[in-house]
Structures are given as C-alpha cells and as structure tokens.
C-alpha cells in the first residue's frame, strides 16, 4: 500500500496568464498527476483549490480537495478522451434512470411519477426533448432525434464543464438530473432525493440499511461538490461577460 505523500511546501500562491490561473507551492507550478500544466479557466475557482493545497497538513489528503480533483480530471481526462465522455454521458440520457418505473409496487410508481416528473417536463419545455417513459427494467428505446439531440447537448458544454457534469450524471444515474443541478433549476440536496429515491424507499419499508444509508451519503456528498465546483465556473463566466 503507498503511503500518502507528504507536505513538502510552505507557501501557496496564485499566478495569472493567458490560458487562465496556476497555483504555486513555493513558487513552483503544480502540474496534473499527468504532468500537464495545471491551468485553472477562473480566479474564484483558482482561490478555491489553492485554500485546498493550503489546508493540507502533513500528510496530503487528496479526499480534501475536490475542486482540485474536478480540474485536474477536466484537464487530464476530458481533453485528451472527449468523444468518450461525450459519449458516454449523452448514453446516460439515452437510458435515463427517470425513464424506468416500477412495475409492481403500485404506491412506489406513485411516488415515481410525482418526483420525476417535472424533471422529465421540465426537460422537455427547457430543451425540447422528449423522453419515453416504461415500465419494468427492459430497454426503453428513446428516438433517433432525442439521442441526437442529447449529445449535441453535452457537446457543446467545455472540458472544464464536462468534469463536474460527468459526476453528476454518473453518481445520480440520470442526465436530466445532471443537467438540472448544472444549470441551478435544483439545488445538489433536492436531487438527490430524486436520484436515490428507490433507495430510500426501501429505507422507509424495510427500515434502516447502515450500508445503504452511507452509499447514499457518500454519493450526496460527490453531487454537492460537483455543485460547488459548477457554481464557481458560473459565477467566473458571470462576472467576465
């Protein structure tokens, strides 16, 4: 097992150029794990990561650093494998976790219908995309012009969006869900009552599942930084335009 790498700084400070902001640990850039540059697109975000490397203490915890995290994928796995992500998340909508309602448990479908609706509406009016909703776990077979019209979605958004949204559609199951955090119509805490609903539905029918329950806290808590890390994107384009 390696053991955690160890502060070897004193001092962290910011620089400015033209791609965008550098952190320094004692004058030195820090590269990606990669080796690449570590190029931040915005000054808030880039104040952030540097409170990040500040608040190490002896040992690096990497867990405490999520908008470090979130940037070094936008720039070491993003960039160089775009299509992929692409790919894979506009497949996320093809087979989204919203389209599938229980088939059995009548008061579960109820409870489906009235949370996931107004995502899926919501979806429609705002992006003009239809989604088909069925029930059970087969295949739901959405339109040639829904998937097309998904993935020119997702690619006009930049590398450095496309880090925080590939872990909100992943960890929720759903792009519409990951949309929907990403552009602020919901906020990271009302999602995921969306996103883990079967989840908790079984918590309150069958009672409480300790393993479960931390599975979910912990995928709240990767949607709540992936909310944090889009919202200082956000307010940097806001503040530039």
Same mark, same amino acid.
């Given at each position: 097992?390696?053991?955690?790498?160890?502060?070897?700084?004193?001092?962290?400070?910011?620089?400015?150029?033209?791609?965008?902001?550098?952190?320094?640990?004692?004058?030195?850039?820090?590269?990606?794990?990669?080796?690449?540059?570590?190029?931040?697109?915005?000054?808030?975000?880039?104040?952030?990561? !540097?409170?990040?490397?500040?608040?190490?203490?002896?040992?690096?915890?990497?867990?405490?650093?999520?908008?470090?995290?979130?940037?070094?994928?936008?720039?070491?796995?993003?960039?160089?494998?775009?299509?992929?992500?692409?790919?894979?998340?506009?497949?996320?909508?093809?087979?989204?976790?919203?389209?599938?309602?229980?088939?059995?448990?009548?008061?579960?479908?109820?409870?489906?219908?009235?949370?996931?609706?107004?995502?899926?509406?919501?979806?429609?009016?705002?992006?003009?995309?239809?989604?088909?909703?069925?029930?059970?776990?087969?295949?739901?077979?959405?339109?040639?012009?829904?998937?097309?019209?998904?993935?020119?979605?997702?690619?006009?958004?930049?590398?450095?969006?496309?880090?925080?949204?590939?872990?909100?559609?992943?960890?929720?199951?759903?792009?519409?869900?990951?949309?929907?955090?990403?552009?602020?119509?919901?906020?990271?805490?009302?999602?995921?009552?969306?996103?883990?609903?079967?989840?908790?539905?079984?918590?309150?029918?069958?009672?409480?599942? !300790?393993?479960?329950?931390?599975?979910?806290?912990?995928?709240?808590?990767?949607?709540?930084?992936?909310?944090?890390?889009?919202?200082?994107?956000?307010?940097?384009?806001?503040?530039?335009?």
């Amino acid at each position: 097992m390696q053991s955690a790498a160890r502060r070897f700084w004193k001092e962290v400070a910011l620089t400015s150029g033209d791609e965008g902001y550098s952190v320094l640990l004692d004058n030195r850039p820090v590269k990606t794990p990669a080796g690449s540059a570590f190029v931040v697109p915005g000054r808030k975000l880039a104040e952030e990561i !540097a409170k990040e490397w500040d608040a190490q203490e002896e040992k690096i915890a990497p867990d405490t650093m999520p908008m470090f995290r979130f940037t070094v994928t936008a720039l070491d796995r993003v960039t160089p494998q775009r299509k992929a992500v692409v790919d894979e998340l506009s497949g996320y909508g093809a087979s989204d976790l919203l389209c599938y309602r229980e088939s059995g448990d009548r008061m579960l479908r109820s409870h489906q219908d009235k949370v996931w609706g107004p995502y899926l509406e919501w979806f429609e009016a705002s992006k003009g995309i239809r989604l088909e909703v069925a029930e059970g776990i087969m295949p739901v077979e959405q339109s040639s012009l829904a998937r097309e019209q998904m993935r020119a979605l997702v690619l006009g958004a930049d590398d450095y969006l496309l880090s925080g949204l590939h872990c909100l559609v992943t960890v929720s199951g759903s792009l519409v869900l990951g949309l929907a955090v990403a552009e602020g119509m919901v906020s990271a805490k009302e999602v995921s009552g969306a996103a883990f609903l079967d989840d908790l539905w079984q918590q309150e029918k069958w009672g409480y599942d !300790a393993e479960a329950d931390g599975r979910i806290k912990s995928n709240q808590a990767l949607i709540e930084d992936a909310e944090r890390y889009l919202k200082l994107l956000e307010d940097e384009v806001e503040v530039t335009e």
